[in-house]
């Protein structure tokens, strides 16, 4: 079974400028995540997907971060502009449920240097 | 809100001897706990969970963890430390008596176990 799948892996942009991040999730996921790990800390979700629904975008930055997930598989998540503090790790998850104790399963990770 | 503590940034052992990682957390409702391990430039793989029943989890690469309601906490433990158990460890929790309420991350605690 394939996993989820990043891309790109590492992205360096400068301050201002914008950036797309893109995930596969695993096949037959109906609920997919965005996590933000800023170095040494823990993920923190930035939006939750059900299909092609939002459930949770509360931690959003929403005045420069958008996400979108249009045919409920793959989903872009996009900053713009970008600012230095922006500089983390992006990581997407997957799972079959939003509910209860399905576990997550975690691509690779986008990880973003803003300059 | 629910909420992790992992008391210890970092943890030492010597190869063979047994690991313990600690976890604490605070949740309104029925806690649904999870551990994570991250090696370097990878994204987080799910060790074990514990959602209902059996007190004592068992989970992937001989790991296991104990709830324990009063005093709150979620340990992680071996038996037997390998040198390729070193990496970052992140426990989790979700309210599972509020739907779909998002899962939150600990701060991680970095294992390594010497040889």
């Known amino acids: 079974e394939a996993g989820v799948a990043q891309s790109p892996r590492y992205k360096i942009i400068e301050k201002r400028q914008s950036v797309a991040f893109w995930c596969n999730p695993i096949s037959g996921h109906a609920t997919l995540y965005w996590y933000q790990q800023i170095l040494g800390q823990g993920p923190k979700l930035l939006i939750q997907?059900?299909?092609?629904?939002?459930?949770?975008d509360s931690q959003l930055p929403k005045d420069r971060f958008s996400a979108e997930r249009l045919k409920g598989v793959d989903s872009t998540l996009k900053i713009q502009p970008a600012k230095l503090e922006d500089s983390a790790v992006y990581l997407c998850?997957?799972?079959?449920?939003?509910?209860?104790?399905?576990?997550?399963?975690f691509g690779p990770g986008t990880r973003l240097t803003v300059t | 809100a629910q909420s992790v503590a992992q008391p210890e940034d970092q943890v030492n052992v010597a190869e063979g001897n047994p690991l313990t990682v600690k976890c604490t957390y605070s949740?309104?409702?029925?806690?649904?706990l999870f551990w994570y391990v991250q090696y370097p430039n990878r994204g987080l793989q799910f060790l074990l969970k514990?959602?209902?029943?059996?007190?004592l989890v068992k989970g992937s690469y001989g790991f296991e963890a104990e709830f324990n309601k009063s005093q709150t906490s979620f340990h992680l433990k071996k038996p037997s430390a390998l040198v390729s158990d070193s990496a970052l460890y992140f426990c989790?929790?979700?309210?599972?008596?509020?739907?779909?309420?998002?899962?939150?991350f600990g701060q991680g605690t970095r294992l390594t176990i010497n040889p």
């Open positions: 949740v309104s409702g029925n806690p649904y």
């Open positions: 997907f059900q299909n092609n629904g939002v459930v949770d």
């Open positions: 514990y959602i209902t029943g059996d007190n």
């Open positions: 989790a929790v979700r309210d599972g008596s509020q739907g779909a309420q998002k899962l939150v």
């Open positions: 998850a997957s799972s079959q449920g939003f509910s209860g104790g399905y576990e997550q399963y």
